[in-house]
């Protein structure tokens, strides 16, 4: 039988390619075919680097035809959102203003470290102008369509890699997650994303949104793949002031160690309140499947979510202070509102911001002496229709881009890490559940989402491109 890569896993392809049953060019031509078909339905691609993959394809095929090992990721097809910087390919972060850029002359580290481990890179993935967002719906680049349903959003403000990574135009990719913009679209296009500890994967040459925020991380459709991405980016990096001087811990060996020792429990009061059925619903048959009844709180996230709300938009106002004093209409109008919001925001109320996240994440680290893993919605409701405004949530309209973050934003504002485990069976579409750690305990989350994907609780499925 045919080797398909379309519907393989990372691993499974580098197996393959590592056996010699396929080769890595053949891979990568028959990825770059599957985007050039569904470009036009999908437009999760800004950038294709063609040259550049079947390149890095045919030197991973010499070094295994010389004996050589090219990596762990050999051969495996991803590629970025586009604000890490691709050699030779303008960094845009989804933006007007940046395409009058010099293209980037060097590849951000993340991308340096997965070519290192044989993964083979594709291009560069639509997203939200300059990460402020959570539709992924962009003036500039056309709006991300979900595989799941062509006229819904992929989510954002990662909505292109979440898009590609269901619809199999890669095995993997990467995207960025400041108040849940991996965990929003894993929800959205039903696969599995991680948000590592704040610090843990390096920055360097990724485009910044809010520095004290952002964090990076990778989608896939499984939990082995996206174990062994994570790991391949791990490590110190001196280019970025918040990388964590830790060690490479790696995850990918016990990821199948089960649940073992590991206590978990269900977010209540504030993530059991308003969204729609599905979300909770979803929650629910993850705590089954893992035999979970225990309920614990986190003090008053509703204060946490604000907060980071008035640290997102003062960040991200005083960075783009300069280009909304020289060229203001050529933002999205929405995205300069929030900019120049913040960039007016008091100096005081950022600090007082501040000074509640310490505090607050005390809190949290007190509710982790008495449970490892935590469970909770990652997004109110399944993904809304393109053009969306509104949905109802605790029996009232809200504004939806504004309120889709009400579960993520609470989390990043700690700096946790978070798998997002897709759930296809509360609904026609597919919405994600939160498994949140203490920090630095991606490898327990992946222990967790290991045992659901082998339950059949949560599995992401190559996507049948419905209309």
């Not at 990724?206 to 791990?234: N, T």
């Not at 949140?436 to 599995?459: F, K, N």
Request: glycine share 10%; charged share 15%.
């Amino acid at each position: 039988m045919m080797f398909d890569p379309v519907a393989a896993t990372t691993l499974e392809i580098s197996s393959a390619v590592r056996a010699r049953q396929v080769t890595a060019r053949r891979v990568a031509e028959i990825s770059l075919a599957r985007i050039a078909a569904t470009h036009r339905r999908l437009n999760a691609f800004t950038t294709v680097t063609e040259a550049r993959a079947l390149r890095e394809a045919d030197a991973i095929d010499a070094a295994l035809a010389a004996g050589r090992d090219p990596g762990p990721l050999a051969g495996a097809p991803y590629a970025v959102k586009n604000l890490f910087d691709l050699a030779d390919v303008v960094t845009t972060a989804g933006s007007k203003i940046n395409r009058d850029d010099p293209p980037a002359t060097t590849d951000a580290t993340a991308v340096t470290r997965l070519h290192a481990a044989g993964a083979i890179c594709l291009g560069a993935l639509n997203m939200g102008e300059y990460a402020y967002d959570f539709t992924n719906e962009n003036c500039h680049d056309g709006n991300v369509h979900n595989p799941r349903d062509l006229t819904r959003s992929a989510g954002g403000s990662s909505g292109g890699s979440a898009a590609a990574v269901a619809a199999g135009l890669v095995s993997f990719a990467l995207g960025t997650d400041t108040n849940g913009s991996i965990r929003v679209p894993s929800s959205f296009c039903g696969i599995w994303g991680l948000k590592p500890t704040y610090g843990r994967l390096p920055r360097t040459g990724s485009f910044p949104f809010v520095d004290s925020l952002d964090h990076i991380g990778p989608f896939a459709r499984s939990v082995g793949d996206l174990a062994a991405v994570y790991d391949a980016m791990q490590g110190p990096d001196a280019g970025d002031h918040a990388c964590a001087q830790r060690p490479v811990e790696t995850v990918s060996t016990g990821v199948g160690a089960g649940l073992g020792g590991l206590r978990v429990a269900v977010l209540g009061g504030y993530f059991e309140s308003g969204g729609e059925p599905p979300a909770h619903a979803a929650v629910s048959a993850v705590a089954a499947a893992l035999g979970v009844t225990r309920r614990v709180e986190l003090p008053v996230p509703h204060l946490a979510r604000a907060a980071a709300y008035l640290i997102t938009a003062t960040e991200a106002g005083q960075f783009h202070l300069g280009r909304l004093r020289t060229r203001a209409a050529d933002f999205e109008p929405p995205i300069r509102d929030r900019l120049l919001a913040g960039a007016l925001t008091p100096a005081v109320w950022y600090l007082q911001a501040q000074k509640f996240r310490t505090w607050w994440r005390e809190q949290v680290r007190e509710v982790f002496r008495n449970v490892d893993v935590l469970l909770a919605p990652a997004t109110p409701l399944a993904a809304p229709v393109l053009g969306q405004d509104t949905f109802v949530f605790a029996g009232r309209e809200v504004p939806l881009r504004a309120s889709i973050g009400l579960f993520t934003q609470p989390i990043t504002f700690a700096g946790l890490p978070v798998v997002a485990a897709p759930v296809h069976s509360v609904g026609p579409l597919p919405v994600a559940v939160q498994l949140i750690g203490a920090p630095w305990s991606e490898g327990a989350l992946l222990r967790v989402a290991r045992v659901l994907e082998q339950a059949g609780a949560c599995t992401a499925p190559v996507a049948a491109l419905a209309s």
